[in-house]
DNA sequence: GCCAACGTTGGC
DNA sequence: GCCAACGTTGGC
């Protein structure tokens, strides 16, 4: 089981948007980045990922869930462009934000520390924990 | 709002 | 196929 992590700008698409879509969930589109499209071609239904938010707040604030594997994105013109849907699943207590990330040894590799413009990305077990950890757990929707 | 980092495009 | 120019992302 693979674990990822979505980045949203919050004022634009917030966690608190992807809660209102419910458990049928949203379509994660707007994606034009082959690494990024690729990451989600590899998803698989019932995998997780954090939810990070963005220039404001710049946290991991919530876990989602694949609900439906890559599929064309309904809204770029060419179908290359694919992407997966997602619903909300669970806040974390306590949001972890990119300061806590680059201050913690354990999460030196993480690509969201080392490559901040990868929008969808891969984390690995370690980090997973190590985040959830930080976060306290998690609290429901 | 600025700018660094990165990815993509297009001329050669 | 290389590389300069450009556009975009996202941290600061």
Known sequence: MAYWLFKSEPDVFSFDDLIAKGDKGEQWDGVRNYQ???NMR?????????????????????ICEVVAP????????????????????AWVKTAVTLDDAKAEPRL????????????????????WQVILDMAGGTRAI
């Not at 590899?42 to 919530?62: D, L, P, Q, T, W």
């Not at 890559?70 to 699943?89: F, G």
């Open 36 to 38: 990024a499209r690729n």
């Open 70 to 89: 890559a599929h064309p994105d309904s809204t770029a013109d060419d179908p290359k462009w694919e992407c997966v849907d997602l619903k909300a699943v």
């Open 108 to 127: 030196a590799e993480m690509i969201l520390v080392n490559n901040s413009r990868l929008s969808v990305q891969p984390v690995s077990d370690a980090e």
């Open 42 to 62: 590899a998803m698989k239904v019932g995998e997780r990922g954090f939810f990070y938010h963005s220039n404001i707040g710049k946290e991991v604030v919530g």
